[in-house]
C-alpha cells in the first residue's frame, strides 16, 4: 500500500527549473532511494513537498492520501509532524550545549525518563547516553541519536538525507540496518544517497535521477545489475569496490622516507604512539584506520606540518630537520593535498596564485613569467584549462578546486606526496575521476604516495602497501592485495567487513 | 542602512567642504550679532554667547570630532591586529601572556587612564588621539586574536607552510586578507565608541582648546545656554547623535553582513 506518492512534481527557482517530472513512491513498509551525483536534485525532491526548499511547486505529492503540493506554511507544520527527518552531517544537527537526552525529550514531547531511554535503546544507544553532550559521542553514535530523535513522536515517514555520508564505511551498513529496522513497523523510508551499491543492499526501488529528471527507475538488484542508462552505469562504476582487478603499480625503488619510533601528544592523551614505516621511491603506501584513529596526526607529524614529540624521520637517509627548521629545499620533497577541496584554497585568492605559490617560496630564483608558465602546465596536468586560472575557489566545483589543490602540490616537483582523505569530501562521480587523475600522475611522474583514507578501495586503487592504525599505533602492515584478502587485526577485519 | 549612509555621508561632506564657502569662519566674532536668532541675515543658525557662527562651529567641531575619531580607531585597528594577529598565529605561551595584558589593560578605568595622561602630559589633540587609540585597541586585539586561532588550521594555511611560505608571508598574504573584513566592521564600530569618548573627555573640558572647537565642547557650551538659546545646544547635539547612530548602524550591518 502506497504511503508517499509522488507525480510529476516540479520545481522552478528563478529562472531555474531543478526539478522537472520527478515520480516515485513509497510503500508502507516499504524503501526507496533516490539516488544520483551532487546537483542532481535528489535533496530537493525529498524537501520541496514538505516546504523545506526555497522555489514554486508544481506537480502533485501526496501523503497518505493528503496533498502536499500548494498548502501554505501552516498547513504544512502539522503534516510534517507525521514525517521524521534524519540530515546529513550528525556533526553539526544536534545542539551542543543541551544533553542528548533534553533534546530527545524536546523532539518527543515527552519528558519520561523511561520512555527516552527506550526510544534511544530502540536505535541501539544505552539510557547513559541521555545525560551525556554531543561531543562526547562519536559520529555514528550521534547518527543514531539524531534517528532517534526522527522518530520519537512515532512519523509514519522517515526521510533520510545522505545519513551515512559522513560515517566511516564501517558505521554506514549499521545505520542503514537501523533505519531498515523501522520498516518492520509499517514505517516508509525514503532515502537520498549517492552511493549506489550501498543503498542498493537495503532498499526496494531506486529512483536514479540526473539534473532534476527521472532517469531510472527500478527494483534496486535489476538496477545494479542491469542498468540502462549511462549515468547510473557511471554511478555504480565510480564506487570502487573491492573485488575490481588490482592495479598495475609502478615499481618502487631506493628507499626515499623512513619514520621510526614517531609519538604525539596533545596534552595528556596519546594520539600516536611509536610508529613506525618507511616509502620507497615511486611506492605509494596507504595509511587505513577508522577516524580518529590518528592516521592524520601521523602523517602531518611526518611531514612536519603538525605536532611531532619524539620519533626520526629521514629522507634518503639523511635526518629531515624539525618543523620550525624546515628549509625550502626540504619542502619541495613532500607535498600535501587535504580532504576538504573548499578549505584547502585560500577564499581571496585565484587559482594561478594559489598554484605559484610553492613556486614562489620553493624557487625563489624563477621569473615571474616561468612561474606562470610552470603553474599553467600544472593546470594543464591535471586536465583544468588556462580559463581555470583566474578563477577563485568560489567560482570552483568542489572536485575542480581539487584538482587545483592537487596542482599546487605537483607544481614544485615533490618526490612524494601526502593524500589526507584526498576524496573522501568529493561525490562518488568525481571521487572516481580524481582517483584516475592520481593514478595516471603515479604512472607518469614515479610519484611516491603516502594516502590517509579509511576508504580501502582507494588504498586498493593506488596503493603497494597498507599500514593499518588503530588508537594511535601501527597494528598491521604489509602488501595490500595479501591484507585485504587474510586480514589479521581486528581493526583490519572490521574495515574489510565494512567496505 | 542606507538612510545611516547617506546621513552620514551628508554630515562629513558638509564638514569637509561647506566652511570655506560661509561668510564667518569658526572663530570669527560678530560684535554686531551676539545671540542672533536662526535665519538672522549671515548667521543661518545664529550665533552663540560671543557672537561665533554656529553652523561654522558646528562644522567645525565635527571635523575635529571626526578626525580624532577615526585617527584614533584607525591606531586601535594598527595595534589591535599587529597585537591579536601575533597572540593568535603564536599561541601558547605567547598567547598566554599578550591576552593577560589585555585583560589587565580592560581593568583599568581607561577614563581615568585618559584623565591622568591629559594632567601629566598637558592638553594636545595629538595626546587625545593616542589616548583613546591606546585603550580602544583592547577590543580589536580580542577580536582579531579569535579569527587568527579559527584561520591557522585551516588547511590552506597548512598548504602554504609546505609551500614554503615563512611565518611573515602566511600572515601578511593568508591571515590578513582573510580577517580584514572582520576587522573593518569592529574599526566601524569602534569610531563612533570614540566618538563618544572623544565628547566626553571635551565636555569635562580636557578635549581640544578654544578656539579650536568639537562637538563636545559645543555640546557643553550649548548646555550653558540653553534656556535663551536652545539651538546652541541642539544643533551640535543633534550631529553628534547621528553621526554615532549612524555608524553604529553601517558597523552592525557590516558584522552581521560577515555573519552570514
Known sequence: MTLYAVEGLGLTLGSARLLDGVSFAVAKGGCTALVGASGSGKTMSCFAPFGLAPGILSGSARLEGTELVGLGE?????????????????????????????????AAGNRDRAALAAMLDRCGLPAAKLDQYPHRLSGGERQRALIAMATAHEPSLLVADEPTSALDAGLRHAILDLLDRFREQGKGLLLVSHDLPLVARHTDRVVV????????????????????????RALIAASPRLDSPAPILPK?????????????AFRRTLAVSEASFDVREGEALALVGRSGSGKSTLARAIARLGPCDTGSVTWRGQPMPVRARMKPEHRRRLQPVFQD??????????????????LRHLFP??????????????????????????RRPSELSGGQAQRVAIARALVADPELILLDEATSALDVLVAGRILDLLAKLQQGRRLAILAITHDLAVARALCHRIAVMDAGRIVETGDTAACLAAPQSQALRDLVRAG | MKMAAVLLAAIVVAALLLPPLLPWGYAAIDWDAVRTPAFSPGHVLG??????????????????????????????LVIGTAWGATAG???????????????????????????????????????????????????????????????????????????????????????????????????????????????????LGLGVQEPLTSLGILVHDGADDMDIAPLTLIVPGFVLVATVVCLNRLGEGQRSRMAR
Open chain 1, 252 to 264: 618502487p625503488g631506493a628507499p626515499l622516507l623512513s619514520a621510526t619510533g614517531i609519538k604525539v
Open chain 1, 209 to 232: 535521477l540526473d539534473a532534476g529528471k527521472v532517469i531510472e527507475d527500478g527494483r534496486a538488484a535489476d538496477v545494479l545489475k542491469h542498468p540502462q542508462h549511462e549515468i547510473t
Open chain 1, 74 to 106: 501552516p498547513a504544512l507544520r502539522p503534516l510534517r509532524a507525521g514525517v521524521g527527518f534524519v540530515f546529513q552531517q550528525p556533526l553539526t544537527a544536534l545542539t551542543p550545549h543541551l544533553t542528548i537526552g533534553s533534546q530527545l525529550a524536546e
Open chain 2, 47 to 76: 550665533t552663540d554667547s560671543v557672537g561665533r557662527d554656529l553652523l561654522a562651529r558646528t562644522l567645525a567641531g565635527t571635523r575635529v570630532t571626526l578626525a580624532v575619531a577615526t585617527a584614533a580607531a584607525l591606531v586601535a
Open chain 1, 341 to 358: 577541496p573548499a578549505a584547502s584554497l585560500d577564499p581571496h585568492w585565484t587559482v594561478a596564485q594559489s598554484v605559484e605559490e610553492p
Open chain 2, 89 to 203: 598565529w603564536f599561541g601558547g605561551r605567547i598567547d598566554e601572556f599578550m591576552m593577560r595584558i589585555v585583560d589587565a589593560l580592560y581593568a583599568l578605568p581607561f577614563m581615568f587612564v585618559v584623565i591622568v595622561l591629559m594632567v601629566v602630559f598637558g592638553r594636545s589633540v595629538l595626546l587625545v588621539f593616542l589616548g583613546i587609540g591606546a585603550v580602544e585597541w583592547l577590543t580589536m586585539a580580542r577580536v582579531v586574536r579569535g579569527q587568527v586561532l579559527a584561520l591557522r588550521n585551516r588547511p590552506f594555511i597548512l598548504a602554504s607552510e609546505a609551500a614554503g611560505a615563512p611565518a611573515r608571508a602566511i600572515l601578511t598574504g593568508h591571515i590578513l586578507p582573510n580577517i580584514a573584513s572582520v576587522a573593518v566592521a569592529y574599526l566601524m564600530l569602534t569610531v563612533p565608541q570614540v566618538v563618544m569618548v572623544e565628547s566626553f573627555l571635551s565636555f
Open chain 1, 365 to 390: 630564483d624563477l621569473t615571474p613569467e616561468a612561474r606562470a608558465e610552470r603553474a599553467a602546465a600544472a593546470l594543464d596536468e591535471v586536465e583544468l584549462g588556462t580559463a581555470f586560472a583566474q
